[in-house]
T-cell receptor, first 115, second 112 residues
Framework: GNSVTQMEGPVTLSEEAFLTINCTYT??????LFWYVQYPGEGLQLLLK?????DKGSNKGFEATYRKETTSFHLEKGSVQVSDSAVYFC??????????????FGQGTILTVHP | NAGVTQTPKFRILKIGQSMTLQCTQD?????MYWYRQDPGMGLKLIYY???????DKGEVPNGYNVSRSTTEDFPLRLELAAPSQTSVYFC???????????FGPGTRLLVL
């Protein structure tokens, strides 16, 4: 089955620092890739996604590029803010006719940004 | 448009008790899912449904049951609660495969 490996956390940064959270996956076919964010006390919400190789997803200053050759989907932001403090999950959608939209998640990376 | 709603927000159960976690979506999505989130772990799929009357097991179904009598509702049933079921439970829905899943706010369950 599919699997997702995320950079271990927690990650602590100062405001305006550069952020990278690594994500690599194993999957068959050509799955869509996602980054979800979970703010304290809330459910997960989509941050960005990419549906095919070399696509770049972007939202709120975050970016990630679908790299099929390295099976990676690393999350980056040039200048983080305190409000970006959250847990970030990388996920891969199961491909194929019987996937039924199922997702496989990484273990999550806790990000804390200090003023 | 409320999206995905879950009740209750928090519950404490004694070992052996039963309860139903409610999940409702108002987006007319066909696919619905139940996940559990344990500390420091990603989300694990418990059960999923591809439409009213159709459900199937996910990665960790033992100790749980589901039903899907309508498009909107997808309740999760715990029959004999065990401490290992202490977790945060999330319901999610989507309209098609490979698309964004929309999550509810979660139910925190403590089994003592």
């Amino acid at each position: 089955g599919n699997s997702v490996t995320q950079m271990e956390g927690p990650v602590t940064l100062s405001e305006e620092a550069f952020l990278t959270i690594n994500c690599t996956y194993t999957a068959t076919g050509y799955p869509s890739l996602f980054w979800y964010v979970q703010y304290p006390g809330e459910g997960l919400q989509l941050l960005l996604k990419a549906t095919k190789a070399d696509d770049k997803g972007s939202n709120k200053g975050f970016e990630a590029t679908y790299r099929k050759e390295t099976t990676s989907f690393h999350l980056e932001k040039g200048s983080v803010q305190v409000s970006d403090s959250a847990v970030y999950f990388c996920a891969v959608a199961n491909a194929g006719g019987t996937s039924y939209g199922k997702l496989t998640f990484g273990q999550g990376t806790i990000l804390t940004v200090h003023p | 448009n409320a999206g995905v709603t879950q009740t209750p927000k928090f519950r404490i159960l004694k070992i052996g008790q039963s309860m139903t976690l409610q999940c409702t979506q108002d987006m007319n999505h066909n696919y619905m899912y139940w996940y559990r989130q344990d500390p420091g772990m990603g989300l694990k799929l418990i059960y999923y449904s591809v439409g009213a009357g159709i459900t199937d097991k996910g990665e960790v179904p033992n100790g749980y049951n589901v039903s899907r009598s309508t498009t909107e509702d997808f309740p999760l049933r715990l029959e004999l609660a065990a401490p290992s079921q202490t977790s945060v439970y999330f319901c999610a829905s989507t309209n098609t495969a490979q698309e964004t899943q929309y999550f509810g706010p979660g139910t925190r369950l403590l089994v003592l």
